[in-house]
């Protein structure tokens, strides 16, 4: 397994297996929870299986996947995910079904999560929201990441503009460092002096 099992007092995070799809299918398929995400909703199971080979399958033969299905204790049922991209971005990402929101959830689970990050020796984590999703940037507040700047991309496969935050958390204790790549390949950015 490429992706260590970790525990909380709530939560098992875990990989994501074959035998999930059909919760994997609830939490991709709600429209509300991804909306703010770069992909649309899943539409069926059969979607559902080729999505989760392409974006879980994949990772979990490499040999580094920060990839969870983030399940309650109760039940071990996949209720959210988190992950981490293994690019230069360590583009940290997360999504949970709407009956769970609102109970500290993604806080427990990616707390848990840059625990094992930073004791893997993982340098920093970065991650971004739409603007129009401030509750994401809240979460990653929550977590003692930064607000670093804000750009302007073309958001694909959707296809129309958006303004991101991006913020960042340095986890080697190296405090100067801001991942810059969304800056330098955006014509528009700027640093916002107020965040919601």
Same mark, same amino acid.
């Given at each position: 397994?490429?992706?260590?099992?970790?525990?909380?007092?709530?939560?098992? !995070?875990?990989?994501?297996?074959?035998?999930? !799809?059909?919760?994997?299918?609830?939490?991709?398929?709600?429209?509300?929870?991804?909306?703010? !995400?770069?992909?649309?909703?899943?539409?069926?199971?059969?979607?559902?299986?080729?999505?989760?080979?392409?974006?879980?399958?994949?990772?979990?033969?490499?040999?580094?996947?920060? *990839?969870? $299905?983030?399940?309650?204790?109760?039940?071990?049922?996949?209720?959210?995910?988190?992950?981490?991209?293994?690019?230069?971005?360590?583009?940290?990402?997360?999504?949970?079904?709407?009956?769970?929101?609102?109970?500290? +959830?993604?806080?427990?689970?990616?707390?848990?999560?840059?625990?094992?990050?930073?004791? &893997?020796? +993982?340098?920093? +984590?970065?991650?971004?929201?739409?603007?129009?999703?401030?509750?994401?940037? $809240?979460?990653?507040?929550?977590?003692?990441?930064?607000?670093?700047?804000?750009?302007?991309?073309?958001?694909?496969?959707?296809?129309?503009?958006? +303004?991101?935050?991006?913020?960042?958390?340095?986890?080697?204790?190296?405090?100067?460092?801001?991942?810059?790549?969304?800056?330098? $390949?955006?014509?528009? *950015?700027?640093?916002?002096?107020?965040? &919601?």
């Amino acid at each position: 397994m490429n992706t260590p099992t970790i525990e909380t007092e709530r939560l098992i !995070l875990r990989e994501f297996t074959e035998n999930d !799809l059909e919760a994997f299918y609830q939490i991709y398929s709600d429209e509300e929870v991804n909306l703010f !995400l770069p992909w649309f909703p899943l539409k069926n199971r059969e979607e559902a299986k080729l999505f989760y080979e392409s974006r879980y399958g994949t990772k979990y033969r490499e040999p580094d996947a920060y *990839h969870y $299905a983030v399940c309650l204790k109760k039940d071990n049922i996949p209720i959210g995910y988190v992950n981490v991209s293994m690019d230069d971005s360590f583009d940290f990402g997360y999504g949970l079904r709407k009956k769970f929101w609102h109970q500290g +959830i993604v806080t427990e689970a990616g707390e848990a999560v840059i625990r094992r990050l930073r004791m &893997d020796g +993982i340098p920093y +984590i970065t991650a971004t929201h739409d603007v129009n999703n401030p509750r994401s940037g $809240a979460v990653m507040r929550r977590l003692g990441m930064k607000y670093q700047y804000s750009y302007e991309e073309q958001w694909q496969p959707k296809d129309f503009p958006v +303004i991101f935050r991006m913020y960042q958390l340095n986890l080697d204790g190296n405090e100067e460092r801001v991942y810059d790549r969304y800056w330098k $390949a955006s014509a528009v *950015h700027f640093v916002e002096t107020e965040i &919601d």
